[in-house]
């Protein structure tokens, strides 16, 4: 665990970057530092790593302050990723990733079938290796900064703005494959950003910081977007909370009907069932059990070929979040959402109307303090569906 206790940073000039700032970074999962420009997070992180010493207070790591060890016994056990990269330009991918294995002594040769391991790992295509960073895409580049800081496996990793210099489709995998390799690997991550959206997606907690290096409210993303401690962090947080924090909701809980799901191959007398079902439209499906599209119940599918509107995006059942299933519904020509499984079959159909008394109980259970919302969130991100 990393604690850092009443830590104020003061620059020669008099700039006062962080101010009395404690927090109790825990192990194996990502703390996210956000706010706004200039609050101090670039000066916490390297805080951590001994790059800026502190005016007062004390960082200990492991229940040891770090001015106890060399700093490069410290820096050894940290990895640390900036934004473009900073990879050496005059170096290939593979020895730009074996840097860290080299200078602890490990042979050419092994370092680099490390750096390949870690190439794959990050999700680069081994034929990058011989290349050099001018070679890559920014969003390659960014993955080469990750592979490198992971090359020597420190238990923490640094990680500062690491995704801010791509495009938001880039970045959104980027984050997806951080998400990924967490899961195997469970570092202690520092992430700092600026884009609360992001701090939301991948953080286990967040800390948001305010101008002047003081702490505004550090707690699970989900907490944060229902109870903000303070009218900066809600203006922080932004518009359209309540959705948001859907996202931590699993799908689980909705209640699906297959009676308005009609199989390819039915008979008149199914149609007539699916078309008496009291939805106004019924669902069509192809052999393999996926969604071909509505037709309105009045009139019934029986007759002949219908018309058929869209289905839309259908939502993987349990594995997707309420925020994805309420999506398919808003956007579904019919106001239903089609719920499907890993394999895109049909395993039932969803209303407008349960997914938002599914809300409610959600909501109302959370309230509870039923304590399943760590689970909800660890599951919607894992599959990918916290947006
Ligand atoms: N070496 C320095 N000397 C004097 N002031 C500094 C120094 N480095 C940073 N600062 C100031 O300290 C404050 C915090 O800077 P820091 O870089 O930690 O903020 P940040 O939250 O990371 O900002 P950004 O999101 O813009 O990167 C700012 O007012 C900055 O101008």
């Not at 294995?101 to 092994?110: E, K, S, V, Y």
């Not at 490390?114 to 890559?136: I, T």
């Not at 395993?347 to 409610?360: D, F, K, P, T, Y």
């Not at 304590?371 to 916290?386: E, I, K, M, S, Y």
Request: charged share 25%; aromatic share 4%.
């Amino acid at each position: 665990m990393i604690q850092i206790e009443s830590v104020t940073k003061r620059y020669p000039d008099g700039t006062t970057a962080v101010d009395g700032l404690s927090l109790e970074i825990p192990d194996g999962s990502i703390t996210v530092l956000v706010g706004p420009s200039g609050c101090g997070k670039t000066t916490t992180l390297r805080m951590i790593n001994r790059m800026v010493e502190q005016t007062s207070g004390r960082i200990l790591l492991d229940g040891a302050d770090i001015r106890e060890q060399p700093v490069s016994t410290l820096r050894r056990s940290m990895g640390y990723v900036i934004q473009n990269a900073g990879l050496f330009p005059h170096r290939t991918i593979v020895d730009n990733i074996a840097t860290v294995p080299r200078m602890l002594g490990w042979d050419r040769r092994r370092a680099r079938e490390r750096a390949r391991e870690l190439m794959e790992r990050v999700g680069l295509d081994g034929a990058l290796a011989r290349r050099y960073p001018y070679q890559l895409s920014g969003g390659q580049q960014q993955r080469v900064g990750v592979a490198r800081a992971l090359a020597a496996d420190p238990p923490v990793l640094l990680m500062d703005e690491p995704f801010s210099a791509v495009d938001p489709i880039v970045r959104k995998s980027l984050q997806a494959e951080l998400l990924r390799i967490q899961e195997e690997l469970g570092k202690t991550i520092v992430f700092v950003t600026h884009d609360i959206d992001e701090a939301i997606r991948i953080g286990d907690m967040v800390a948001v910081l305010r101008t002047g290096g003081k702490l505004a409210q550090f707690a699970p993303p989900d907490e944060l977007l229902s109870s903000p401690a303070d009218a900066f962090v809600e203006d922080f947080l932004g518009t359209d909370r309540g959705i948001r924090r859907l996202s931590f909701f699993g799908s689980d809980g909705l209640e699906l009907t297959t009676q308005p799901v009609l199989p390819a191959g039915a008979d008149a007398a199914q149609a007539a069932r699916a078309a008496a079902s009291g939805a106004p439209y019924v669902l069509l499906t192809d052999a393999e059990g996926r969604p071909r599209g509505w037709a309105e119940a009045k009139g019934g599918p029986a007759g002949g070929e219908p018309e058929l509107l869209p289905t839309g995006r259908p939502f993987v059942a349990g594995r997707e979040s309420l925020r994805d299933a309420l999506d398919c519904a808003v956007l579904s020509p019919t106001g239903w959402a089609v719920a499907v499984d890993d394999q895109g079959k049909v395993v039932g159909v969803v209303s407008q109307e349960a997914i938002g008394a599914a809300i409610r109980s959600a909501h109302a259970a959370r309230q509870d303090g039923d304590g399943a919302g760590g689970a909800d969130r660890a599951d919607a991100t894992r599959a990918g569906a916290v947006t």
